[in-house]
């Protein structure tokens, strides 16, 4: 469940937009950067807080691949499956790195250190195929690279949340 401190910076968050609905994003990202996930209870605070039905909240965890409705590992690698990943080997590479890490896409290590999640367009088609590793764009990937890109994600602090308590947004 969330914090009391948290509840009141979401509370506070919704006065910063005309509408405080406009702030269901950005509560979500501190909700989910207070507990790494977002369970059944979290969003029934964030729909209070928001004078929503719950329904509502789990639709937007569950479109968005950046929230998660179920823990996740320490470092998430999403994978880009578009169309110009998609030509450029994108297939070879999910299959290459889950066989790595011994998971399929959607799953965790057992280890808890990788999530691996198969994901529609990151933006970045200039460098197809490409992946998102924790927040750090990478690509254009080789299956060769693939180690060594999980020895540095190992290296650094996990996936970060883009709204923080602390700084607002993450850079």
């Known amino acids: ?57 789990h639709a ?24 110009s990943c998609m030509l450029r080997g994108c297939d070879r590479l999910l299959t290459s790195l889950c066989s790595k ?10 280890d808890g ?9 990151l933006a970045a088609c200039d460098r197809a195929p490409m992946m998102l590793v924790d927040d750090a764009v990478v690509g254009p990937v080789q299956e060769a690279d693939l180690d060594q890109i999980l020895v540095e994600a190992k290296k650094g602090p996990g996936h970060p949340s883009p709204v923080t308590l602390e700084g607002g947004s993450h850079g």
């Open 1 to 57: 469940m969330l914090s009391q401190k948290t509840i009141e910076a979401i509370l506070e968050l919704q006065k910063s937009y005309p509408e405080k609905r406009s702030a269901l994003i950005p509560a979500l990202h501190l909700a989910q950067n207070e507990v790494g996930f977002l369970p059944p209870g979290v969003q029934a605070q964030i729909a209070e807080a928001f004078d929503i039905d719950q329904t509502e909240v």
């Open 60 to 83: 937007i965890v569950t479109f968005y691949d950046m929230f998660y409705d179920k823990p996740v590992g320490k470092h998430v690698i999403h994978v880009c499956k578009n169309l």
């Open 101 to 110: 890490l011994q998971i399929k896409p959607g799953e965790t290590t057992a």
């Open 113 to 121: 250190q990788f999530t691996i999640i198969a994901s529609e367009c």
